[in-house]
């Protein structure tokens, strides 16, 4: 998502700051910025767009000076424009701070700096935390001090880093729960910091990495380090033998295996801002809705490609059955083609990971023309397909390197999951008591996500068994029919094996013939309303001689009778079930590409974005 970087020696910061923010530049962002203590002064220079810009800016007014702070901005809160971009600075222009991570209890801490007589210069979160910093600098005259006061009010996860004209011989930074790392780089007479270590490298091998709930001040000298308590801590440091690409990756082979199990992370911040935890109730507010208008839709489009399609596939069912609205999803590069039944009471629905899909984009403009509402979901802050909506929600995942979507699949469930809560509720279609318990329920969706993961050994174990196939089955009914779909989309994308996913209720219709020793079956039967529906199928599959993988729930005892392989999920209510039984299919496809030795994130033939018809 964002990028951090700062210094502090006896060098010019500038371009230390500027080039290490080039180095993070693959990672996604959509403005640039840099604060500089000069002729003990903070000068910021910060724009939208790319660093080329921010260079120019700098090439046009210096700016000079042995400390400083840089950032790259992925939009959450805000659109993508110089006004929001990183740096931020106080209200007296003696504090400044860059900062990754979502601040959760935003409103509220807006609203109580406000009633103090705080004046806001931008549409970000990151500005309560520069200003409660602030606030409470002007009682304890401490830097370290007021950024502990200031973590423990902030709620979410967060890293950053925070620089005072007051103190202008240190930096602060600290980290707070899961929101990208906090590296601390050691130097001959200098120090860095950076979110991500291949901003750094180059400089410096020595690192020591936060953990959260500490605090770190750092000087030219070296660095303290402390928890938000102020009790001291002995960190530790790592010689980092890793090429900056490699150190990005972490532990992980590719981007691809990362961003699967980022979707802990990224299922948690696509809530963040849209629940109001006092009266569990979903808040959407960039779609611009009313309960009025929300009572006078009468229908729904959703439209879409690949897996965003599929992710769609999910929303019809959790939207039809909370909010009575008949639902169709509709492949994006056929909607205009169709003439679509679309007057003023439908909705058009886009989502798209990058936005910037030319089909889905020519088909917002077709519900445009017949008079619909536009509405999108989109990660790309500031994409065609946000621009062009009425209303939208952001998904909120930061940057997906690889290619085959993963975490910009999940996080669109939830979004549509959230968004039909939304409309519900406005509609009268559930009861108090109903919304609550499905705000819990989704509240669970990290945690189970995180136990799905645990499981990655048996999958990678299962791949080895079926890497050399030719050929696979996927099989799923109800709301995990399409993730059958999306199941056999990832094997065929990055390990070139052909699949097809098919409802499984259909099998006895055409495909069952297909079935022998050499095809493997792999159906979706969690413990839900088709349970026993998709048990019939297994038992047609394997006694006409298939081998059979099974998505089930943990504890089931009759499915580890019936197949070859389990894959296990943790038990779940229905309407979030999908976002847990994909990512088992996601590492199995991921799993089988890598050991067939195929290059997993960027695979043959295909883009990240489709921007041609």
């Keep these: 998502m964002c990028g951090i970087v700062a210094y502090i020696g006896e060098q010019n910061a500038t371009p230390i700051i500027v080039n290490g923010l080039k180095k993070l530049e693959y990672r996604g962002y959509d403005s640039a910025g840099v604060a500089v203590l000069q002729d003990n002064r903070i000068e910021v220079r ?256 959703i439209t879409a490609c690949g897996t965003a399609l599929h992710a769609g596939m999910v929303g019809k069912t959790i939207i039809e059955h909370l909010t009575r609205i008949p639902v169709e999803v509709m492949v994006a590069s056929e909607f205009r083609y169709i003439d679509p039944i679309v007057d003023a009471n439908t909705v058009v629905l886009a989502i798209s990971q990058s936005g910037e899909t030319a089909d889905t984009l020519a088909a917002m403009e077709e519900g445009r023309r017949k008079g619909a509402t536009l509405w999108s979901i989109v990660n790309a802050i500031g994409s065609q397909a946000m621009r062009s909506a009425d209303g939208t929600i952001a998904m909120q995942v930061g940057p997906e390197i690889g290619v085959a979507s993963t975490k910009a699949f999940t996080a669109p469930i939830v979004d549509l999951y959230m968004l039909a809560v939304y409309l519900a509720d406005l509609r009268g279609s559930i009861t108090a008591e109903k919304r609550i318990d499905l705000i819990r329920d989704l509240l669970k969706v990290p945690t189970l996500a995180s136990k799905t993961l645990e499981h990655e050994g048996e999958v990678e174990r299962a791949a080895a068994r079926y890497k050399d196939i030719r050929s696979m089955l996927y099989l799923g009914r109800g709301i995990n029919m399409p993730i059958a779909y999306e199941g056999a989309l990832k094997l065929k994308e990055i390990s070139y094996i052909h699949a097809e996913g098919y409802p499984a209720g259909e099998m006895k219709h055409g495909p069952i013939a297909l079935v022998d020793k050499d095809l493997p079956v792999l159906v979706i039967a969690p413990k839900d309303a088709w349970y026993e529906k998709m048990i019939s199928q297994i038992e047609q599959a394997k006694a006409r001689g298939g081998q059979v993988i099974a998505v089930a729930t943990a504890g089931d005892t009759l499915i580890p009778d019936l197949v070859d392989e389990v894959l296990w999920v943790p038990e779940a209510p229905w309407l979030i079930s999908p976002i847990l039984t994909t990512i088992p299919l996601q590492l199995f496809a991921y799993h089988i590409a890598t050991q067939l030795g195929l290059d997993v994130d960027q695979p043959r033939n295909l883009a990240k974005s489709v921007t041609v018809e």
């Excluded at 605090?215 to 928890?227: I, K, N, P, Y």
Aim: zero cysteines.
């Design 46 to 301: 910060r724009d939208a767009g790319k660093i080329a810009r921010l260079e120019a800016l700098i090439a046009a007014q210096p700016v000079r000076g042995m400390v400083g702070i840089g950032h790259t901005r992925w939009a959450t809160h805000g659109a993508p424009n110089q006004q929001n971009a990183h740096p931020h600075l106080s209200s007296n222009g003696e504090i400044v701070i860059v900062h990754n991570g979502i601040v959760e209890n935003y409103l509220s801490l807006r609203d109580e700096l406000l009633a103090e007589g705080a004046v806001f210069h931008s549409e970000t979160d990151t500005e309560t935390i520069v200003y409660l910093i602030e606030r409470y600098y002007a009682v304890s005259q401490n830097l370290s001090k007021a950024v502990q006061l200031t973590m423990k009010r902030v709620k979410g996860a967060h890293g950053l880093v925070v620089m005072s004209s007051r103190e202008p011989d240190r930096l602060v930074t600290a980290r707070l729960g899961n929101a990208g790392g906090v590296a601390i780089g050691r130097g001959a007479g200098e120090m860095f910091i950076a979110s991500d270590l291949p901003a750094i490298v180059e400089h410096t091998r020595e690192i020591t990495f936060l953990e959260s709930g500490q605090l770190a001040v750092v000087s030219r000298a070296g660095f303290e380090v402390q928890t938000l308590d102020g009790a001291k801590i002995q960190p530790k440091t790592q010689h980092i033998p890793w090429d900056p690409v490699s150190a990005e990756k972490g532990s992980y082979r590719h981007f691809m295996q990362k961003e699967i199990h980022e979707q802990v992370r990224s299922l948690s911040d696509t809530m963040i801002g849209r629940i109001d935890f006092d009266d569990y109730r979903v808040v959407l507010p960039d779609l611009n809705l009313s309960s009025e208008r929300a009572k006078q839709f009468r229908r729904i489009f």
